[in-house]
């Protein structure tokens, strides 16, 4: 799970997967800029996920890395911007079929961007928890079906 920071989206992103999928998958989140490393999600993000039962609070920021095309079979960016700098991050065509578009591969036709709630309120953050849950569903019910 990608977003820009990884603060908002992507913490969120990776909490409700580790809730939907088996504990043998391994779920992590991070953003394509280093100026969040090291910290904890931001304080909107872990209410809204504790009020849906999940604790994100231990999660860290960091930033994606090479290693992670490697790593990682999937890799699921929250909007273009990121999609578009994540697949500038290798020339290898394999590791480009890894990245998508979290809620293109989530089959959501309405949107293609999960919005950053980062300027919003709780309120901007409970409709990208919603987002995230449906699009989560979807791809954790891909994911199992092909283990």
Known sequence: MVC???ICRSPLAEGIM???????????????ISMHEGKH??????????????DISKQRSRPIVKSDF???DKI??????????????TNN????????LFLEA???????????????????FEEVFQLLEEG??????QLTHNV
């Not at 580790?18 to 394509?32: M, Q």
């Not at 999600?41 to 999940?54: F, L, M, V, W």
């Not at 949107?111 to 300027?119: L, Q």
Request: hydrophobic fraction near 30%; glycine fraction near 6%.
């Open 93 to 100: 065509e394999k590791y480009r079929q890894k990245v998508s």
């Open 41 to 54: 999600p931001d304080s909107r993000s872990i209410k809204i996920a504790t009020n849906h039962g999940i």
């Open 136 to 141: 989560c569903n979807t791809i954790a019910q």
């Open 106 to 124: 989530a089959g959501n036709h309405k949107n293609t961007e999960v919005p950053d709630p980062y300027w919003g309120d709780l309120n901007d």
């Open 18 to 32: 580790k809730v939907k999928l088996p504990e043998s998958f391994f779920v992590d989140s991070a953003g394509t």
């Open 76 to 89: 699921y960016c929250m909007d273009i911007n990121v999609y578009q700098e994540v697949i500038s991050r």
């Open 4 to 6: 820009l920071g990884n």
């Open 70 to 72: 490697e790593t990682f």
